[in-house]
C-alpha cells in the first residue's frame, strides 16, 4: 500500500511540473473600487461584510447570540460566587473608568463612522464591551445588574438581534436604500443601520455574559 501512495505522490509531482495550471485570464479591474462602487461607502470590509457577505453575516450573530445564550444555560445550576473582589484603590479605578470613557467614545466612533473608516459594528461592540467590562472589575455587581435590568438591556438584545436579521433578509431579497454621496455621514443604504445594530448587540451581548461570569466565577 506504501508503494501506492509513494507512486501518486510522484505522479501528482510531475503533473505540476509537466502541466502547470494555466493562469487565469482576468480583466484588468480593483476588486476593492468594484467594491466600494457597488456597496456606496469608501470601507470595503463593511462592504463585504454588511453586502457581499451578509448572509454569512447573519449567521455570525446568530452564533454569537447562541454562545451568550449557552453560557448562561451551563452556569445556571452551579452556585453563584460568595465573594466577588473588585478594584478598590482609587490609581486603579480612576484609570479604569478612564479606559472605559475612552473605549464608549470609540466605540460610538466606529458604530456612527464604521461605513466611512476602518471600524464596523463589530468592532464597535468589542469596545463596548471593553467599556462594560472595565467599569465591571470597578463597580459593585448588584449595582451592575440593577442597571442591567432597568435599562432592559436583555430585550434591547434581542430586539436588536431580530431587526438585524430582518433588515438584511430585505436586503437579500434586493430591496436596497439610496446609497448618497460616497464618503458622506449618511451613505451606504442600510449598511450603517447594520453597524450600528450589531455594534448594539454585541456590546449588550457582552455586558451579559460578564454579568454571568462575574456572578458564578467572580473575577478571574
Known amino acids: 500500500m506504501k508503494w501506492v501512495y509513494l507512486a501518486a505522490g510522484i505522479a501528482l509531482y510531475i503533473k505540476f511540473l509537466v502541466m502547470p495550471n494555466a493562469a487565469p485570464d482576468l480583466p484588468d479591474i480593483s476588486i476593492v473600487e468594484t467594491v466600494v462602487q457597488d456597496s456606496g461607502i469608501p470601507n470595503a470590509v463593511s462592504g463585504i461584510i454588511f453586502r457581499n457577505r451578509l448572509y454569512d453575516t447573519i449567521f455570525e450573530v446568530v452564533v454569537f447570540t447562541i454562545a451568550i445564550m449557552g453560557a448562561s444555560f451551563l452556569l445556571a445550576n452551579e452556585r453563584p460566587s460568595c465573594t466577588i473582589y473588585r478594584f478598590t484603590d482609587q490609581p486603579s479605578i480612576l484609570l479604569a473608568r478612564l479606559g472605559a470613557t475612552i473605549a464608549a467614545l470609540v466605540s460610538i466612533e466606529l458604530a456612527i463612522r464604521g461605513h466611512l473608516s476602518p471600524g464596523g459594528g463589530f468592532a464597535?461592540?468589542?469596545?463596548?464591551?471593553?467599556?462594560?467590562?472595565?467599569?465591571?472589575?470597578?463597580?459593585?455587581?448588584?449595582?451592575?445588574?440593577?442597571?442591567?435590568?432597568?435599562?432592559?438591556?436583555?430585550?434591547?438584545?434581542?430586539?436588536?438581534?431580530?431587526?438585524?436579521?430582518?433588515?438584511?433578509?430585505?436586503?437579500?431579497?434586493?430591496?436596497?436604500?439610496?446609497?448618497?454621496?460616497?464618503?458622506?455621514?449618511?451613505?451606504?443604504?442600510?449598511?450603517?443601520?447594520?453597524?450600528?445594530?450589531?455594534?448594539?448587540?454585541?456590546?449588550?451581548?457582552?455586558?451579559?455574559?460578564?454579568?454571568?461570569?462575574?456572578?458564578?466565577?467572580?473575577?478571574?
Open 124 to 220: 464597535a461592540g468589542v469596545a463596548g464591551g471593553t467599556a462594560i467590562g472595565l467599569i465591571a472589575i470597578t463597580s459593585s455587581s448588584e449595582w451592575m445588574q440593577g442597571i442591567y435590568q432597568r435599562w432592559h438591556a436583555a430585550t434591547w438584545e434581542k430586539v436588536s438581534v431580530l431587526v438585524f436579521i430582518v433588515l438584511a433578509v430585505i436586503t437579500l431579497v434586493g430591496v436596497e436604500l439610496p446609497h448618497g454621496e460616497l464618503g458622506a455621514l449618511v451613505s451606504g443604504g442600510i449598511i450603517p443601520l447594520l453597524n450600528i445594530l450589531v455594534a448594539v448587540k454585541v456590546a449588550l451581548g457582552s455586558w451579559a455574559v460578564i454579568l454571568v461570569f462575574i456572578r458564578y466565577r467572580g473575577l478571574l
